[in-house]
């Protein structure tokens, strides 16, 4: 078999933690090339079962190969995994013992130019996870206002100099030049100082790839309800890349395991709170210096893991 084009990130963190018991269904939301369902896989009895979900043919192909080495008891499936519910229908599954998301691009993603998500290389501006979508990136920039794009690089990029950079990504729209990733690369680097462009670059093209794929709120409706479908003790762990993500993850697990909102003075406590979910390490989980040399692209990884109460 070819070897894997990404390298799985906190592999061992996530997998030990994950796995509450052998026998239970698995979600692996985000399979990418199978780095973490192989691992999950090979920790499965043989009533266990693996459900690896992503929007890449080609990623869904190589892990199908990686797999099937190991034992029969998974199904892969070409879904958003927005919509892992309709699967657990399908094969009358009523609850999962654990769900994965490992969020982002694989390094595959990254590196594959038609797929536009890297200002390195020149291909289409495209950006879509699903590659049936119908918005891309040049879509979406040939259609959005000057006002509404600060707003998007400001929110999910973080980026000091959103207005200078919409406003030249405006100006190349109107005469017809917003096509390719190095249309977008010209516009960010015309009006960034150049010491700061890499970074500048990095936070455009992420915050156009999360709007266009709607990932936050994709993100925050997927915890909700896989929540809902968890065994009590069965566990959720994220792995995010941004700290935008990140948020997102300890603010919904921070949410759902208050004990009680009562004002510290009442001396009893009187909102009937009932906490869904139990933290599992109070910090979050980063890789080691180890981890980072070997794989650079794990630098800015996140790891969350809460368990169904
Ligand atoms: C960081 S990679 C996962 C790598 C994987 N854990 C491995 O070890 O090979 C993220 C994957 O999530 C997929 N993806 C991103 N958003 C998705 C979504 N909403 N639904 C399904 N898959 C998605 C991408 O296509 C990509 O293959």
Not at 236 to 247: F, G, K, N, P
Request: proline content about 5%; hydrophobic content about 40%; glycine content about 6%.
């Amino acid at each position: 078999m070819r070897e894997s084009p990404h390298i799985p990130v906190l592999l061992k963190e996530t997998v030990s933690q994950l796995i509450t018991d052998p026998k239970g269904v698995y979600i692996d939301g985000t399979l990418g090339f199978g780095g973490h369902s192989e691992a999950i896989l090979q920790r499965l009895e043989p009533t266990g079962m693996l459900i690896g979900l992503d929007l890449n043919p080609n990623a869904i192909s190589f892990a199908n190969s990686r797999l099937s080495t190991i034992s029969d008891n998974y199904v892969l499936h070409l879904i958003n995994f927005k919509s892992f519910s309709k699967i657990l229908f399908q094969n009358n599954i009523r609850n999962i013992q654990g769900f994965l998301l490992d969020l982002g691009l694989s390094s595959a993603l990254i590196d594959q130019p038609d797929y536009g998500f890297s200002y390195r290389n020149n291909g289409p501006l495209d950006m879509q996870f699903d590659r049936n979508g119908n918005n891309s990136a040049e879509k979406y920039l040939n259609q959005v206002s000057e006002v509404e794009l600060i707003r998007i690089i400001k929110l999910y990029g973080e980026e000091p100099n959103a207005k200078k950079i919409a406003y030249e990504i405006i100006q190349r729209v109107k005469i017809g030049k917003m096509k390719t990733t190095f249309d977008l690369k010209d516009a960010v680097c015309r009006v960034v100082p150049e010491r700061f462009q890499n970074k500048a670059l990095a936070r455009v093209f992420q915050a156009i790839r999360i709007k266009i794929n709607n990932e936050i709120e994709i993100l925050h409706r997927t915890l909700k309800l896989a929540v809902e479908f968890l065994n009590t003790g069965g566990r959720i762990a994220v792995i995010s890349y941004h700290s935008l993500e990140d948020r997102i993850v300890k603010a919904f697990f921070k949410s759902n395991s208050i004990k009680c909102i009562c004002p510290p003075k009442f001396p009893l406590c009187s909102c009937n709170s009932n906490p869904k979910l139990k933290k599992i390490s109070k910090k979050v989980i980063i890789p080691s210096h180890i981890d980072v040399k070997e794989n650079s692209r794990s630098r800015s990884a996140r790891l969350r893991i809460a368990e169904r109460l």
